[in-house]
Structure formats: C-alpha cells, structure tokens
C-alpha cells in the first residue's frame, strides 16, 4: 500500500509520518479564524474600530459585579442558572429553554455538531459569518453558500440551495460583516421553506441594536417551533466581550442535545456576575443602542457625502458599516492609511471582500477622526 502523503509534513517538530497522528481531511480544510487586529504592523497599539466592540465600554454595575470577591478556587455553576432566569425573565423564556455558552460562538459550532456531519450539509449565504464555515467543517459536513442580493441575505437564493442532505441554516440577522438586515416576514417565509428536519439558527449577535418595533420575530420562531435555535451574545452591546458569554434558545429537546455537549462549567464564576448586573441594566443598553443609531446615521451620512470618490456605505441595522470603495482610493489602501492616522479597522479580503472596509461604530471623536482621515485619503488619491 502507498504511503500517503502527510499534511502536517515539514511543519516545526513534526514527526515522520509513521509516527505522527493524521488529522481528519475535513479539519484540513478549516482556515483559523481571524480576530480583528488591535494594533500597527509595528506593533504600535492604535484606536481599535476592527471588532464590533462597544465603544461606551461596560455597565458599571456589571463592572462592579465582575469585581466583587468570588472564590476562584471554586468551579462556577455549571447551568448558571440565576444568569438563565434573569434572560429568561428579561425576554419571557423559561429558563430551561435557555443554554448558556463561552460566547455564541461556542453554541453556533455545537448547533452544527449536534445536528449535522458527514455527508450532510450546512447552509448559510456569502458574506456570511466566517464561523459558519469552521463549524460546517469542523464536524465533517460540507459548507454550502447561497448567493447574496447586493451584499446581503437573499431569502429565495437561500431556498434554491436546499437539497436532501441540507441538515442546518444559518442566518445572521443583522449580518457579520456587511450589517445586512431582513424582516419579520422574510424570515418568517426563510422558515416556512425549511423541512422540519432542517435547524434554522438565528444568530442574534447585533439584534439588540435593532429598534425593538424592527425586530425580525426570532425569539417568537424559536417558542413556537421544534427546529429553529436563536443565538444572542453579551460581547456586543452589553460590553462584556472579555468574559465568553452567549445563550441560545429554542424547543428542549434542541436546548437538551446542546446541554449534552456543550462545556462544563462554560461560564465562569466573574461571567455570571457580570451577565446578571448587565441584564438588571437596560438603562446601559438603551443608552448604546441610541448612540450608536445616532453615529451610526452621522457617519453613513458623511460617507454618502464622499460617493463621488466611491466610498458607498452599506445599509447597516449593526454596530459597524461596511464600506464598498470602487474608486481611486483602494480599501487597502484606505485602511493603511487610516492605521497611519491610528485608526485599525477590518480590512476583508480572506472574507471576499477586498473592496471593503468594515469600520465599527465608535465615540463622537473617533467617528470624526476616521470621516477627516478617509477625506484628506480619497482627495489625495485623485
């Protein structure tokens, strides 16, 4: 029998291929993901606008929860349940329909683990959230991708995708990176295409952004039927990126099989503290959600203002826009220019997205900075 070639061979310490353990060819495929950069190329610490976080910071009663004394020595609840009720009372779920994750990240890779693997496939549309992809592939099924309207979630592209082996559907809504929203009805009609034996997850990473009359119906999708999963995070608006918080709801018997493989103890102790004191402050969330609509329409203003360099930014309902550059200033090189001025924003061309920039909702300051420094580049490209 002819050896096989070794994938992992030449890399540091690997061992010869007798020896050394071969990987699964699906894992092969998997590209790491790329978190948004903080700092220059020379390593110089710039003003990070490239990750979506909340530039108002943290509740300061979560802030305080996170610092009041707790044992470490101790291992956190494993359900956090006192963190489930308090969402589950917040949004009107029983708490057992709720499962806690490290991050939604954690709950998008299980959702697809759960329910799909080799030979099936997992659906989701281009431009879509890049751990779509990792986690189709990390449990061996193959990634499927529907073709976008103009950047964004194309409803009927996404149906005319579904075949027999189809075993899940994600959708972010508002979408990661392009900010791309769609409605109560269209996901509804998303929902009333799918098989029941398709799961429809719902990322919801953004939605609390979205003015509550404009939300898309998911949470009310989720109690209603046995195969749609919603996905929501704390790293966003509630300014708690650093501590890996997510939920998910939906039927039980989709909150059991995620229960049964999700981490142990996968909220920490500090975590839940926080997620607790953050839920109990909805003053914190409403004040970022009207900042950021308030920066967000000044700033998607003041671009449209530039089209006749060919800055287009996208419609966004996110925290962020994306900007589309089709004229002599090049996305790359408007974002090596906006580092220049100490600014680092998220450059997509790994995503598909060469042509744009995605640049996060920040303070008044540093909305302002970015809208002169992306002037004075586009003028100095002509």
């Not at 898309?216 to 704390?234: K, M, Q």
Request: proline share 7%; with cysteine.
């Amino acid at each position: 029998m002819a050896d096989q070639q070794d994938p992992t061979a030449g890399l540091p310490g690997a061992a010869p291929v007798a020896q050394a353990p071969r990987p699964k060819d699906w894992i092969l495929g998997i590209h790491a993901y790329v978190p948004g950069k903080s700092a220059g190329k020379d390593g110089r610490p710039l003003v990070k606008l490239s990750a979506n976080e909340n530039p108002l910071g943290t509740s300061a009663q979560a802030l305080a929860a996170r610092a009041a004394p707790l044992a470490p020595s101790l291992y956190p609840d494993p359900d956090s349940k006192d963190l489930r009720a308090a969402l589950g009372r917040l949004h009107g779920i029983a708490p057992e329909r709720i499962v806690m994750g490290t991050g939604s990240d954690e709950l998008l890779n299980l959702a697809a683990q759960a329910f799909a693997g080799v030979g099936d496939e997992v659906l989701y549309v281009r431009y879509g959230f890049a751990v779509y992809d990792i986690a189709a592939r990390r449990c061996g099924a193959t990634p499927v991708v529907a073709p976008d309207r103009d950047y964004g979630t194309d409803v009927d592209a996404l149906l005319a995708c579904l075949t027999e082996r189809t075993r899940v559907v994600f959708l972010a809504n508002p979408n990661n990176p392009t900010g791309s929203y769609i409605g109560r009805s269209e996901v509804a009609r998303l929902h009333a295409g799918l098989r029941p034996d398709i799961l429809l997850v719902l990322d919801q990473a953004y939605a609390e952004y979205v003015a509550p009359e404009d939300g898309d119906g998911a949470l009310e999708l989720a109690a209603a039927h046995a195969n749609v999963l919603v996905t929501r995070t704390f790293s966003k608006i509630y300014g708690l990126a650093g501590e890996r918080i997510g939920w998910a709801t939906g039927a039980p018997a989709l909150v059991d099989m995620l229960n049964r493989i999700r981490g142990p103890f996968n909220v920490t102790s500090s975590g839940q503290a926080a997620g607790l004191a953050a839920v109990a402050d909805q003053a914190f969330v409403e004040a970022s959600r009207v900042h950021n609509a308030s920066e967000r329409a000044r700033f998607v203003a003041a671009l449209e203002a530039m089209g006749n360099h060919g800055l287009r930014p996208l419609p966004s309902e996110a925290n962020f826009v994306l900007i589309e550059f089709s004229g002599k200033l090049t996305a790359e090189a408007a974002y090596e220019g906006l580092m220049e001025h100490g600014y680092i924003t998220r450059w997509l061309p790994g995503q598909g997205l060469p042509q744009c920039l995605r640049v996060t909702i920040g303070t008044s300051e540093q909305m302002d900075a970015i809208l002169a420094a992306l002037r004075a580049l586009a003028e100095a490209a002509q």
